[in-house]
């Protein structure tokens, strides 16, 4: 393979002219080519590529187009909300298992991680995780109250929050119980959804919370603040002062349009790249304190349980992680040949600064391209391009943050913090590639 792709592009002029050699030489083990390949475009190395490759094989050898079937009728009629084709019926939160309590309680689905492209989950696709369902909040009923270690207690409806200045900011949430299977001692069997999808993206909009809090009036002696959920489980975080006047907002918006129902409608708190479960959703309270009340949402459950049985008193940012979407279980090949590898990566300490990809289970490394934007606490598309030779690889990549923070290998994960931690899993998923094309989930 790699003898034909260098023969075509050496047999025209023109891409060898514009390209340098290295810009098509592999650039790690088992097949990892340059980043910047499918970025040469002009160079009409693409195409070459495309033709050694069979990558251009539907479009190169043209056919006159037939007139199919729906070009011959008018189309159906408009609909007041916009819905994907129902081709696309498998791009799902997965299989909705039937409620144990009837219809309610707590529960989560997963965004399809494998099947999206791009940095931002669309609504109806935004994983759901529900520690007792999903209320049904009227917003002219709805208040937001702020109080505690206050000059003045202050009530909000929505309607008087949609009075304040907005700021809009493209931000992840991450439950910390997110990839939680892989501190198991088998490799699960599992997709990119049923694994990672616990993670999702959004532009959200809304009132910064320090804006709220200035006008309540900030007593000097609090420190930290209780975020209280009008649902049945009232979930309640205590948060930071220092993180809530830093970027935290009340969100009421979602990719433009109202928060949906179940991520928090009418507002929730978002506290950018801190665990998922402090973006309180439903919120309707919140308390300045001196010092965080150990509400059950941070005691008996998120928290780092580490080895010999003591617990991280707290750990609140979801550390630098990244995952292969593509190929990835369930998005296998066919057959050899050139392809994109492509992947999330996201770190709630800042920007994405470097993403590794590796096809030989970690022997060697070369950098991908990250595709813009790179957001502080957003989730980050990479890509990199594959010569798939049809022999056996392991894929792994290694997301690298701004503070120079490394996602750890499993090994190291789990030698620091034994296996039981059961939160804030960020260690390095492998997916294999068997010569069928099929990829599966195993530990390296
Ligand atoms: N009020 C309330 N807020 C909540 C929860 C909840 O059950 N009730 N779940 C939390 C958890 S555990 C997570 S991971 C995130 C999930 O946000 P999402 O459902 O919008 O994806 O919301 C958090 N906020
Ligand atoms: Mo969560």
Redesign the pocket.
């Known amino acids: 393979m790699s003898g034909c792709i260098m023969e075509t592009i050496c047999s025209r002029g023109r891409g060898l002219r514009l390209a340098k050699q290295h810009d098509i030489e592999q650039v790690a083990g088992n097949g990892l080519l340059d980043r910047r390949l499918f970025l040469l475009r002009s160079s009409g190395l693409v195409s070459a590529v495309g033709a050694a490759t069979g990558l251009a094989a539907t479009s190169a050898r043209a056919e006159p187009l037939t007139v199919a079937e729906w070009t011959k009728t008018p189309g159906s009629w408009f609909t007041p909300y916009g819905m994907p084709s129902h081709f696309e019926a498998k791009v799902a939160r997965g299989a909705i298992p039937a409620s144990p309590y009837g219809g309610f309680g707590p529960g989560s689905v997963r965004a399809p991680l494998q099947f999206l492209d791009g940095m931002i989950t669309p609504n109806g696709l935004?994983?759901?995780?529900?520690?007792?369902g999903v209320p049904d909040i009227d917003p002219e009923q709805h208040k937001l109250l702020i109080h505690g270690l206050v000059r003045q207690p202050l009530t909000f409806t929505r309607e008087a929050l949609l009075r304040y200045p907005m700021t809009s900011r493209i931000s992840f949430?991450e439950?910390a119980g997110n990839s939680g299977a892989l501190y198991g001692a088998n490799a699960a069997e599992g997709t990119a959804q049923s694994l990672h999808g616990?993670l999702?993206c959004a532009e959200w909009t809304g009132v910064p919370l320090s804006t709220l809090l200035d006008d309540a009036g900030i007593d000097p002696a609090a420190k930290w603040l209780v975020a209280e959920?009008a649902?049945a489980?009232s979930?309640s975080r205590s948060i930071p002062l220092a993180k809530a006047m830093d970027d935290a907002m009340v969100a009421l918006f979602q990719n433009g349009e109202a928060v949906r129902p179940?991520?928090?409608y009418p507002m929730r708190l978002l506290v950018p790249g801190w665990q998922?479960?402090m973006?309180?959703?439903?919120l309707h309270r919140i308390k300045l304190v001196r010092e965080p009340v150990m509400a059950k949402d941070e005691t008996s459950r998120y928290s780092l349980l580490l080895k010999g049985g003591k617990a991280a008193m707290f750990k609140f940012q979801m550390d630098a992680k990244s995952v292969i979407t593509k190929p990835s279980p369930g998005i296998g090949m066919r057959g050899p040949g050139l392809y994109e590898i492509s992947g999330l990566a996201w770190s709630g300490n800042g920007k994405i600064a470097k993403v590794e990809v590796s096809a030989d289970g970690g022997k060697s490394w070369a950098p991908a391209a990250l595709s813009e934007p790179v957001l502080s606490k957003a989730l980050t598309r990479f890509r990199i391009p594959w010569r798939w030779n049809g022999g056996p690889a392991v894929l792994q990549s290694r997301a690298i943050d701004d503070t120079g923070y490394v996602q750890p290998t499993r090994e190291q994960q789990i030698a620091a913090r034994g296996s039981r931690a059961q939160y804030h899993c960020n260690l390095i998923t492998s997916w294999q590639v068997a010569e069928s094309g099929e990829v599966k989930h195993v530990y390296a």
Request: aromatic share 8%; charged share 15%; glycine share 12%.
């Open positions: 935004h994983f759901e995780r529900s520690h007792n949430v439950c616990l999702s959920g649902d489980a979930m179940s991520n928090g998922g479960n973006n309180v959703k439903w």
